[in-house]
């Protein structure tokens, strides 16, 4: 079943979480608004997201509160009463997702996953699917939602807006616009085990950017405990000065503080997503997951990519053969990245910034042809 649509006069768009992914989505948006211009978005997403990207103007967000259980899609059905869109976007996995499509969004045309990929049975809440392409990166896989709608030309802009008082915040932090390391050394506190680098080693790799690069360090990330412990551990093991932020900043504080930051040293998470959306350079840190499918869309030539190598030692699989997205849940899967790789990426992107070939992202409103 294929559509070359007409631009229509209402879209919902049905991604609630993570915040990554919501950077992942966000560009989809623009490309639609870009070539449906007089086209009503309305955009069910979920309340942490909300928070860093629900004051964009010309979109309307319905906040999904999934803390509230089945008061969620009551909420949801209550804000939708009586309205119909001509399309949904159903741009997420899950059964939670999917549910509230059914019991939330009235639409003739709702457009998901193909069924090769649509994960939680999603293929049963959709009558029109996106065509099937492997071996994707999870952005081109969302950016089928707008070819599949005809549109062939992607923007890659996302514009989120940062208030004063965040922005305010980060010059406060690198003041005189110092170049500035900022490292946020966990993913979601659920992957601990798999996904988070050493503290020592961090703080290896803050020593060098300081002695080598004069850059000053800050360490961010959210207020669990786990990531206050690795932000502690982090100050205290490094031999320079480094700015402890873990637990002290809002999303859109992050996002400042990314803008303002020369470059961001991460494993697969949110802030890996949300530096490329301000154009920051990332040096990703991939083991567990394959940085081909998440990786940070426009830094990839600055990631350590020791998935391969894990594939083959945790998971005794070939990296050519293993299914897309395999990942490696093995707490020494990270401990294959050494400090050295991670400061030969840095000093080759310092270099690359001395000699004036370090580009950011694409400016607001230029586009790239798929």
Not at 257 to 267: E, F, H, M, R
Request: glycine share 6%; net charge positive.
């Amino acid at each position: 079943m294929s559509h070359t649509l007409q631009a229509p006069d209402s879209i919902c768009v049905l991604r609630l979480s993570a915040v990554g992914d919501v950077c992942h989505t966000l560009p989809v948006v623009r490309t639609l608004q870009a070539a449906w211009s007089g086209t009503r978005i309305t955009w069910i997403i979920g309340g942490l997201e909300a928070s860093l990207v629900g004051d964009i103007p010309g979109i309307e967000f319905i906040i999904f509160d999934k803390a509230k259980g089945r008061g969620a899609y009551r909420d949801l059905r209550r804000s939708l009463r009586g309205r119909r869109f001509e399309l949904l976007l159903h741009m997420q996995m899950s059964l939670r997702a999917s549910l509230a499509s059914l019991l939330g969004v009235r639409a003739p045309l709702k457009l998901g996953f193909d069924r090769r990929r649509a994960h939680d049975y999603q293929w049963l809440f959709t009558n029109w699917r996106i065509p099937y392409r492997p071996r994707q990166h999870v952005m081109d896989s969302l950016f089928g939602f707008a070819e599949t709608c005809g549109i062939a030309e992607r923007v890659l802009r996302w514009d989120i807006p940062i208030p004063a008082e965040a922005q305010a915040f980060a010059r406060q932090q690198i003041r005189d616009a110092k170049p500035a390391l900022v490292i946020s050394p966990c993913a979601n506190p659920r992957f601990r085990n798999w996904r988070s680098w050493l503290p020592e080693n961090y703080a290896a790799v803050a020593d060098h950017a300081m002695v080598r690069h004069g850059l000053r360090v800050l360490v961010t990330g959210g207020p669990s405990e786990i990531e206050r412990d690795y932000g502690a551990r982090i100050t205290a093991l490094a031999n320079t000065q480094v700015t402890n932020l873990v637990g002290k900043t809002s999303l859109k504080q992050l996002l400042a503080l990314l803008k303002q930051a020369t470059v961001l040293i991460s494993p697969d998470s949110g802030p890996v997503h949300m530096a490329t959306a301000v154009g920051t350079p990332v040096i990703g840190l991939y083991a567990s997951t394959n940085p081909d499918r998440a990786g940070p869309y426009l830094s990839q030539r600055w990631r350590v990519n020791r998935y391969p190598d894990a594939l083959r030692k945790f998971n005794h699989q070939d990296p050519e053969t293993a299914p897309w997205g395999t990942r490696v849940r093995d707490p020494e899967a990270m401990d294959l990245i050494s400090v050295k790789d991670v400061t030969e990426r840095l000093d080759a992107l310092m270099a690359a910034r001395a000699r004036g070939e370090l580009h950011r992202s694409a400016p607001a409103g230029e586009m790239s042809r798929s």
